[in-house]
């Protein structure tokens, strides 16, 4: 039999676009993948990057923002006859935002990205907060509605805006490295944190820390030949550059200057010793390396509770001697004293007898001893399991398997059972040698020589 091939190229053109097809889907997937992974937006509030030519209407989400607002009165409808705040929140990057006035041709909604004015050109913004819920914001920020000094929005972002924008975002974070390598090789002292560049690539701002005052004037003359743009330099502190890289804190849950702190108030060790806790740096201080800043937010609650204390300074006079504040539990109402030649004897008095003895010492009366007034604890009874009594090898030697073992063994014959066993046996493990010679027993000779004699009839 002879077989004929035949050459279709229709079904090999058939097989390449399907493969086209694949590889191409294969290639959205990992493009989709990567921004999830790598959001470059992500410190603008967006999920995604936003596209050029596709509804950017999903890009604003709660979840992705750094400083997020809640429009809580966006369903509310306003009175007969009043008129729509014109003035919007728009956001930038990290915790930049600002408030933007607007025309009446343009009614903006959450999440519209705008064109706002810039000195020098405009920038790419994303509107976060409109109506009555941005004046009570301006209203908490001290500014003026009718200033003059509020900048306006040109319009809603445009083909060729967005696409600069995106270009202008992607190419921060290498700007960022590229700045680093700069730096280190002039010798600067100083550490750059982030880079934000303009919406529309005309300027460009570097964050950077530094102990000391640097003389950056080389540096910028570099950067504006790399980069072809105008360079302006901000010095941030550590709690600001904490805010920008962002983090986890001791307590789980995403670092405050991260997600809605915005002033930073001074925390000093006097907070601390107010609510009784050990001056540890090492867990007292946060990710910035200075005190945390939660310890400011339960300040004035203890502040409340302590004045109905008395004194630490104050001594209590006994007819045992005087005794020593060492330690109070504020919400317990529970102080801890120790008499001045015992300090390692710590007991426990409830506020109001503390106050009590006060009053004595102040008439001139003094109790007999701390012990009568301290709190004594009930004894507990601990908690008795049967489980536990037993021996955790009570399972390796089983009685019942030497049962099963000598139920398998055939029962030895004999009074010397025991004696032929293993235990008496005189090799006791040594191998037997068959070329080795008999061993003599020399008692044995003995007996016979004796034998010998007594049979021989000279004797």
Not at 393 to 403: H, V
């Amino acid at each position: 039999m002879r077989f004929h091939f035949t050459y279709k190229p229709e079904c090999i053109n058939m097989d390449e676009n399907i493969n086209q097809d694949i590889t191409q889907e294969d290639n959205q997937e990992q493009e989709e993948n990567h921004e999830r992974i790598i959001n470059t937006f992500g410190t603008r509030g967006m999920c995604k990057t936003p596209s050029a030519y596709h509804d950017n209407a999903d890009l604003y989400n709660h979840r992705c923002c750094k400083l997020d607002v809640t429009d809580w009165l966006k369903n509310i409808p306003l009175p007969e006859h009043q008129a729509v705040f014109d003035c919007v929140e728009v956001r930038f990057k990290n915790s930049k935002k600002d408030f933007f006035r607007t025309t009446e041709e343009l009614h903006l909604e959450t999440g519209d990205l705008v064109a706002v004015e810039a000195s020098p050109g405009h920038d790419i913004g994303i509107v976060t907060l409109t109506g009555e819920t941005v004046r009570l914001q301006m209203k908490k920020k001290r500014r003026n509605p009718k200033s003059e000094d509020i900048k306006k929005i040109y319009r809603r972002a445009r083909l060729n805006d967005i696409e600069k924008w995106v270009a202008s975002v992607e190419s921060e974070h290498p700007g960022m490295l590229k700045t680093r390598k700069i730096t280190k090789e002039l010798g600067l002292n100083m550490k750059i944190n982030d880079v934000e560049f303009q919406g529309d690539h005309t300027k460009a701002i570097f964050y950077y820390t530094a102990e000391e005052r640097v003389d950056f004037r080389e540096l910028i003359k570099i950067l504006a030949e790399q980069f072809r743009v105008r360079i302006e330099m901000r010095q941030i502190g550590v709690r600001q550059e904490a805010g920008r890289v962002g983090g986890i804190g001791s307590c789980g849950r995403e670092l405050c200057c991260s997600t809605w702190m915005s002033n930073f108030n001074s925390v000093t060790t006097y907070t601390a010793r107010t609510q009784q806790l050990s001056l540890n740096p090492q867990k007292l201080a946060g990710q910035c390396g200075k005190l945390k800043c939660c310890l400011n937010f339960e300040q004035d609650t203890y502040l409340d509770a302590l004045k109905d204390f008395p004194s630490i300074d104050l001594e209590l006079q006994t007819k045992q001697g005087p005794a020593i504040h060492q330690k109070t539990d504020v919400f317990k109402k529970i102080m801890w004293y120790s008499y001045a030649k015992d300090h390692m004897n710590q007991m426990a008095l409830p506020l109001s007898k503390v106050l009590e003895i006060i009053n004595m010492n102040k008439k001139n009366q003094q109790p007999e001893k701390l012990e009568d007034l301290a709190i004594t604890k009930e004894q507990k009874t601990e908690f008795e399991s049967v489980v536990g009594q037993d021996d955790l090898t009570r399972f390796d030697n089983d009685p019942n398997e030497k049962q099963k073992k000598r139920r398998g063994r055939p029962e030895r014959k004999g009074n010397n059972a025991r004696q032929n066993g293993p235990k008496n046996n005189r090799n006791n493990g040594k191998k037997f040698d068959k070329n080795r010679p008999p061993r003599k027993d020399v008692n044995r000779g003995k007996n016979q020589n004796k034998g010998e004699q007594n049979n021989n009839p000279d004797n």
